[in-house]
């Protein structure tokens, strides 16, 4: 059975506990690094792998939680030989009992923090999981666990390290309170929004919490995402002692009985972090015995999201603002040129206020380094800002530098449908979990009619799920000409719009080309703007400084 399948079989699949704690109990000091027991005294770790497998743990972790460059080099240890002993420890727990146990690569937080919040590069961390994740497929892990991460863009890192290096499938969670936000402000939902864009096989929450202070955050998790769910708390809160021993408040059986209803919430992977015992997951197992996993709800509407903010369309219009672009603007043009990212900020603060939902981010200026450029802006406007971007370039590196920082979910805009445009930008779409847009542009330009629009666009959602990307992730832009060269062309862009908004495609429609050439362009964009909106148009490309034209999609009574 692969992983896939045992995670969507109805039942639900045991983690086990915690390893420190139980380490702690077999003589790890106060202050040691866990992952040196692998080599000091790998019959300590062993041990505690097999008593998890006797308590019915479908799934043990291997003592590698911190087990990166960061910690284990001032140790004067190699990644890889913590890694490799940590492995075939929990191989032979794994034969000792006779199970047919899953071995979980166990990847944590490296413990610095990730630019612009810190000094690590995006880079750096990359490389640091990458050499973790080698070695632990190389040592004969069956897929990667990396948990309580606080960091959306960390977390984004690591899996890309596990997925570009290895063929390890991976889980994940993140720790978060009862806000429903890690410590670094990422909301829970849009954890799930991204990591499954990014193709994980199963997302949750661990640590932080006890099980019963984890049910909104689950509820919420549940909402963003159609992937099996990952339910890891600690034994409640820790309680010290006057014999300076440090427990937790609750017990096995009070942790068995408070974990079985998540199965009916739809939880599939269930497993205790801090405090947690073997006894914990003993009665877990007995609790959930017998107990099939709820089926869900599929997720509805297309999710884009940064960390801290998610936006879904399908459920009104939706606005994006189109200032962060060099071209006509002559303030851009200059930003860009002397690398001055707070004016950009600042465009970015101002459109926000003015009441766009996402920004739309293009740095192109001629003669200068766009891919540097690109990756900049996109990690200053995150800095500054939380509303989810659109990464637009006509250069499919500087693309592909925005995505890669990008710490959310972000959109490609946009991309023609010729064959050259979708071979080289739908890879980047899949591989960076970004939603898409495809432009009904192609070798013989933009079409005349509704129909060659809806053709093009059949064209490009064929294409665009050949690669794997989601139907729900794709987007199509109608693109119009100047009402000024072609009357015609903006009622037959209308058309398009209302027959794939018909079909349930989603839909977005920069008004701006409708009015090029005209001497007064507010006017028309106004009135464009209200039909995109009656014609079913899911988001709105536009200037939301102008207040005619935001009067004009306010009045439309839909947005």
Not at 34 to 59: F, I, R, W
Not at 144 to 155: G, N, R, V, Y
Not at 416 to 439: F, I, N, S
Not at 504 to 519: A, E, H
């Amino acid at each position: 059975m692969d992983l896939q399948t045992l995670l969507h079989s109805g039942r639900p699949v045991l983690l086990d506990g915690a390893m420190g704690t139980m380490l702690q109990n077999k003589g790890l000091a106060a202050g040691q690094a866990p992952e040196t027991m692998n080599l000091n005294n790998g019959d300590a770790v062993q041990e505690v792998h097999e008593a998890y497998l006797k308590a019915g743990s479908d799934m043990v972790l291997t003592n590698t939680f911190g087990a990166n460059a960061c910690k284990m080099s001032p140790l004067g240890l190699s990644v890889q030989e913590v890694v490799e002993r940590a492995v075939k420890l929990a191989q032979q727990a794994r034969d000792a009992s006779g199970k047919d146990a899953w071995i979980g690569l166990d990847m944590g937080p490296t413990g610095q923090m990730l630019y612009p919040m810190g000094t690590l590069s995006f880079e750096e961390a990359y490389a640091l999981y990458r050499e973790q994740a080698i070695a632990g497929a190389a040592a004969g892990a069956d897929f990667a666990h990396i948990e309580t991460m606080s960091d959306l863009l960390e977390l984004k890192a690591a899996v890309l390290a596990v997925r570009e290096n290895t063929s390890l499938p991976v889980m994940c969670t993140m720790t978060v309170d009862k806000s429903l936000r890690t410590f670094t402000g990422c909301h829970i939902g849009c954890m799930a929004a991204a990591m499954e864009a990014l193709g994980v096989v199963a997302v949750g929450v661990n640590c932080s919490l006890g099980p019963q202070d984890l049910v909104p955050v689950v509820r919420e998790l549940a909402r963003y995402t159609d992937l099996p769910l990952i339910v890891k708390p600690n034994a409640g809160l820790p309680v010290l002692l006057e014999n300076g021993e440090t427990t937790f408040d609750v017990t096995p059986e009070q942790f068995g009985e408070w974990m079985a209803p998540y199965c009916a919430m739809g939880a599939v992977v269930l497993g205790g972090c801090c405090g947690t015992s073997p006894d914990h997951i003993r009665c877990l197992a007995d609790s959930v015995r017998g107990l099939a996993v709820a089926q869900r709800e599929p997720v509805r509407g297309l999710t884009v999201c940064t960390a801290s903010k998610a936006v879904t369309l399908g459920d009104g219009v939706k606005l994006v603002g189109q200032r962060i672009n060099p071209s006509g603007n002559a303030m851009m043009t200059q930003a860009v040129c002397t690398g001055d990212f707070d004016t950009i900020v600042e465009l970015a603060i101002d459109q926000l206020s003015d009441g766009a939902d996402m920004l739309d981010v293009n740095v192109f200026v001629d003669g200068v380094d766009e891919v540097a450029a690109m990756r900049e802006a996109v990690a200053a406007v995150q800095a500054a800002c939380h509303a989810p971007l659109l990464i637009d370039s006509m250069d499919p590196a500087a693309l592909e530098a925005g995505l890669r920082v990008y710490s959310g979910k972000p959109v490609l805009n946009s991309v023609p449908v010729t064959q050259k445009a979708m071979e080289t930008l739908l890879p980047l779409a899949k591989r960076y979990g970004a939603a898409v847009v495809g432009m009904t542009l192609s070798e013989a330009g933009i079409p005349r009619t509704a129909q060659e629009r809806l053709a093009l666009a059949q064209r490009f959602i064929d294409t665009a799920l050949s690669y794997g990307i989601p139907r729900r992730d794709i987007l199509i832009d109608c693109v119009t000409q100047a009402h000024s060269m072609d009357p015609d062309s903006a009622w037959q862009t209308l058309q398009a719009v209302q027959a794939l908004h018909a079909q349930g495609v989603y839909t977005i429609l920069g008004i701006g080309n409708v009015s090029y050439g005209q001497r007064d362009r507010a006017p028309l964009e106004a009135m464009y703007a209200n039909l995109c909106v009656h014609a079913g148009a899911d988001a709105i490309i536009l200037n939301p400084a102008s207040a005619s034209v935001m009067d004009a999609v306010e009045a439309s009574g839909l947005a």
